[in-house]
């Protein structure tokens, strides 16, 4: 069975770290590009960062870039997003999600972050709350 899992979420102070996990299970992860989006209540979901496979090219949206920093183990089958200096518009439920469209293995810097019809195998997703 296919499946992936997200963990690690949780609430911080402005300014605070956080270290979330995707386990992937069911499948080969060095076949698949990975990527975290994120989804705020009344907001469209939004690609925060994407690994290749391979190369493990990676990419950032705009709003995180310098802050966070993703990464992927796959002996372990895990895919990681370490935020720091979290801030007040970071709060969401953080989804991790396979390509599996077009060139599965990469992550392409136009179209990563907007075509989520490109990705499958979304976990649950992970609260984040960022609050004093």
């Known amino acids: 069975q296919v499946q992936l899992v997200e963990s690690g979420g949780g609430r911080v102070q402005p300014g605070g770290s956080l270290r979330l996990s995707c386990a992937a299970s069911g499948f080969t992860l060095d076949d698949y590009a990975i990527a975290w989006f994120r989804q705020a209540p009344g907001k469209e979901r939004e690609g925060v960062s994407c690994i290749s496979s391979g190369d493990g090219t990676r990419f950032y949206g705009g709003s995180v870039k310098g802050r966070f920093t993703i990464s992927r183990d796959n002996t372990k089958k895990t895919v990681t997003l370490q935020m720091n200096n979290l801030q007040p518009e970071d709060p969401a439920v953080y989804y991790c999600?396979?390509?599996?469209?077009?060139?599965?293995?990469?992550?392409?810097?136009?179209?990563?972050?907007?075509?989520?019809?490109?990705?499958?195998?979304w976990g649950q997703g992970t609260q984040v709350t960022v609050s004093s």
């Open positions: 999600a396979r390509k599996v469209q077009g060139q599965r293995t990469y992550c392409y810097p136009s179209t990563w972050y907007r075509q989520l019809s490109d990705y499958g195998s």
